[in-house]
């Protein structure tokens, strides 16, 4: 008994025929410009969208700075859990509070502060970062405020308490321009 052959497999030529891509391209809508200027490669990337509009331009330095204050944000936040005499002292130059509560709730507040820092460093979503940068440069306005009233109510000025207000005013600066230049529209090229 003969066993038959099956034919040849025949190869479609359409697909490898470029009017015939292009008119199917055209039939499904993509490859050609968007309302937005993007040309989309496949009917899945123009579905669910391009991934690279959505991505943050990073300004110089700002990982640098995110790393810089999620360090110090730390840094205090240990401190004033466990020496508050010591940062009380290095501020305002007095003799031992009565009480170390107030000074360890502040250590408490900062490391969950510096626990959304530390989170912020890894994202690369614009809404998260601003929303951090505005946090942060809120802190430091309110303790810039508050060590200036305290300041003016005791009478007393101290060299370490002026560092701080100098060093707040600078933070402030810093995160606030940041925070702008993350929220600002690339350029159309």
């Known amino acids: 008994m003969a066993t038959k052959q099956p034919p040849p497999l025949m190869k479609k030529h359409s697909q490898t025929d470029l009017v015939s891509r292009l008119k199917t391209r055209k039939i499904l809508g993509v490859g050609g410009e968007d309302?937005?200027?993007?040309?989309?490669?496949?009917?899945?990337?123009?579905?669910?969208?391009?991934?690279?509009?959505?991505?943050?331009?990073?300004?110089?330095?700002?990982?640098?700075?995110?790393?810089?204050?999620?360090i110090i944000f730390s840094g205090v936040a240990i401190m004033a859990l466990t020496f508050p005499d010591q940062l009380y002292d290095t501020v305002f130059e007095e003799e031992s509070i009565n009480s170390k509560t107030p000074i360890r709730l502040y250590g408490g507040a900062l490391l969950s502060l510096s626990l959304i820092m530390w989170n912020a460093l890894y994202t690369s979503e614009k809404v998260i970062i601003r929303w951090t940068l505005l946090t942060e440069a809120c802190y430091f306005g309110v303790q810039f405020l508050v060590t200036t009233i305290t300041l003016v109510e005791s009478g007393r000025i101290s060299t370490g308490a002026m560092l701080l207000l100098t060093s707040r005013i600078l933070f402030t600066l810093i995160t606030v321009y940041y925070y702008y230049q993350v929220g600002r529209r690339p350029k159309k090229v």
Do not use: T, Y
């Open 35 to 70: 309302d937005d200027g993007e040309v989309h490669r496949s009917k899945i990337s123009q579905v669910l969208g391009n991934e690279i509009k959505f991505a943050v331009r990073e300004p110089l330095g700002l990982r640098v700075w995110q790393f810089v204050s999620a």
